[in-house]
């Protein structure tokens, strides 16, 4: 048996221990049951080594890919415990996208439009790479991994793949094409092979040094608030709202360019339907998962079938970005930009790359104003000057982001039942992703769904 085979065989083992300790990991929820190899690339060869692993990771009746960069050498550099997968020993593995000496090869095939086993590797038309440059993992804690290369690119390595081009490239490219001021430039991309179907298991872009997102930004805000609970939002010299009425115009002019790069379409009463069953359908399952749902689902039930009766060509769908919040947008010196256009982590594919309203977007960013007003009560929820401090500041600014909206494309809050239920549905969605993975912030949805139903959000 091959150096590679047998590592990988051990490997496979180590992983069901070592996957679920991962931020990236998105199948926190239930317990690893197998793990085995679906590829293995060779990317640099010899000591130290790079191999290009994905594995097919089961958890009950699920199965998904995921792609890992594992590195080996006789003398490892300093690795950060956590990044072991197997320690010590003649098969000593750890998870490379950290060990700058190997992630260097992964631009220089970018831009020189390499191929190496079944992973193609290529860059934008027009686009010349600079090559050589070493690169730097970002620190935050991210569904996927990316790697900032010099002080120029962005590549983010997709962690759990799905089959096809990945939606972020996708409509990045779109919105390159159309000439949008608010993303970063794509630049290049790593094909894989899923299934014998071309997948996309990198992007490259631009990288924005300066760039600081809306949470930091947002949070900060709040933190000068309440550090002096008896000022109110707009006195104190933190104020976001010029910022969140920005954010709204930035939004509805890349909802403008998506849909002039890849069109809209109108709804019919069926897809209303549709949507709803989905909404209740996502209801019930989390509420199945965390007990503190249940108790508010009769009520969401019932609202959510209001939706019946809405005249259905009040809709019109396009391509979104899917999974908008303030950790999503970028402030740069010039304005605001959007990233990861992946939309929901959980969501399956088909419904990723569907069309969508656009109002999920503003219900999305309308979310993320009221948890950095109430992450901030986590801990201390019943100060009732601080309560008070958080919701002046989430009303303000979620008004500012609409007002900014609404100066570029139809007032959102022109369409309130339908924008109330996108909310909903996202805090739904949210008390399911922090149950998986911040059991802590559980309660920053749990409440924003009780202040929506009674009427006080
Ligand atoms: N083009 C960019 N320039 C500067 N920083 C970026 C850029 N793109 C992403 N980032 C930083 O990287 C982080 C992760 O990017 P993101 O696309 O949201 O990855 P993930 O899919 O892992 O959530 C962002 O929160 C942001 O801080
Ligand atoms: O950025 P990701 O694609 O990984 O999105 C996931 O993680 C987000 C948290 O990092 C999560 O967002 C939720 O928490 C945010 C604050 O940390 C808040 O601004 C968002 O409104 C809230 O939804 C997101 O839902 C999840 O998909």
């Given amino acids: 048996m091959s150096e590679t085979r047998k590592l990988v065989d051990a490997l496979t083992g180590d992983l069901a221990r070592w996957l679920p300790e991962q931020r990236w990991f998105a199948g926190k929820d239930r317990p690893v ?3 085995r190899p679906l590829g293995v690339t060779e ?6 080594q790079l191999l290009h692993v994905v594995v097919e990771v089961t958890q009950d009746d ?5 792609q890992l960069l594992v590195g080996r050498r006789t003398h490892p550099p300093e690795i950060a415990s956590g990044s072991w997968i197997i320690a010590g020993g003649d098969l000593n593995a750890y998870e490379a996208s950290a060990d700058a000496d190997l992630t ?17 590797f290529g860059h934008e038309p027009g686009v010349e790479l600079d090559t050589g440059l070493r690169a730097r993992p970002i620190s935050s804690e991210q569904s996927n991994t990316s790697l900032v290369y010099g002080g120029q690119y962005i590549l983010k390595l997709f962690r759990k793949l799905t089959p096809g081009q990945n939606k972020d490239l996708v409509l990045h490219r779109a919105l390159q094409e159309v000439g949008s001021k608010h993303i970063a430039q794509p630049l290049g991309s790593i094909t894989g092979d899923l299934d014998g179907e071309p997948t996309t298991v990198g992007m490259l872009q631009q990288f924005i040094p300066d760039a600081v997102d809306g949470w930091a930004m947002a949070t900060t805000s709040v933190r000068d608030l309440m550090a002096g609970p008896e000022r109110h939002a707009e006195e104190v010299g933190g104020d976001f709202a010029g910022e969140a009425e920005r954010l709204g115009r930035a939004v509805a002019e890349v909802h403008a360019d998506l849909a002039e790069a890849l069109g809209t379409e109108g709804v019919d009463a069926d897809e209303l339907d549709r949507t709803m069953k ?14 503190e749902l249940a108790e508010h689902a009769p009520a969401l039930r019932a609202s959510f079938e209001t939706l019946r009766a809405l005249p259905a060509d009040s809709v019109s769908m396009q391509p979104i970005h899917g999974d908008l919040h303030l950790g999503q947008v970028l402030r740069t010196v010039t304005g605001w930009l959007l990233i990861d256009f992946e939309g929901e982590p959980a969501a399956p594919v088909e419904e990723r ?9 503003v219900a999305g960013m309308l979310r993320s104003f009221d948890y950095a007003a109430q992450q901030m009560l986590v801990g201390q929820p019943d100060d009732p000057e601080l309560v008070e401090r958080a919701q002046e500041w989430s009303d303000r600014n979620r008004t500012a982001f609409c007002e900014g909206y609404a100066a570029v494309a139809a ?3 022109d369409q ?5 239920a996108f909310e909903l549905d996202k805090a739904i969605y949210e008390v399911s992703y922090e149950h998986a993975n911040r059991p802590d912030w559980l309660g920053v949805p749990l409440a924003s769904i009780a202040r929506i139903m009674r009427g006080d959000g």
């Fill in 62 to 66: 699920r199965r998904e890919p995921y």
């Fill in 33 to 35: 049951t197998g793990v």
């Fill in 43 to 48: 990317l640099v060869e010899g000591d130290p």
């Fill in 416 to 420: 309130r039942e339908l924008l109330r």
């Fill in 104 to 120: 260097g090869v992964l631009l220089d095939l970018m831009a020189s439009e390499g191929r190496v086993g079944a992973l193609g």
């Fill in 411 to 413: 007032d959102p809050r």
């Fill in 278 to 291: 989905a909404m209740i359908a996502r209801l019930d399952t989390v509420a199945g998962r965390v007990p």
């Fill in 353 to 361: 790359h569907a069309l969508r309203s656009p109002l999920r977007d």
